[in-house]
């Protein structure tokens, strides 16, 4: 049975070096021939794995992000009512740890 991919990832090969130090979407293959996904951290150099694996293939977290459709969780509900204290309900107030 052949499994349909409804959102493809544009995997990259692992002879090509990630552009920038990050986490970066892998997947790996064991030394027993199974594979799996993981996120990994690129130092610039190397990746940064604590296991026995070889990366066949990696994805920036944001393309990965952008090819799957994930929504939210149902049950962290969001108040978005307007607030008495501002006339501006698009107004954003950051908050800082500065005096």
Do not use: H
């Not at 610039?44 to 070889?54: D, L, M, P, Q, R």
Request: with cysteine.
């Amino acid at each position: 049975m052949k499994q349909e991919i409804i959102n493809k990832v544009e995997w990259q090969s692992p002879e090509k070096n990630p552009p920038y130090e990050s986490q970066f979407f892998v997947a790996v293959k064991y030394p027993s021939g199974l594979g799996a996904y993981d996120l990994l951290p690129w130092d610039g150099e190397k990746w940064v794995i604590n296991y026995t694996a070889e990366i066949v293939g990696w994805v920036a977290l944001q393309d990965f992000m952008n090819s799957i459709k994930a929504g939210w969780p149902e049950w962290d509900k969001c108040d978005l009512e307007e607030s008495s204290d501002s006339d501006d309900p698009d107004e954003f107030v950051e908050v800082t740890d500065d005096d």
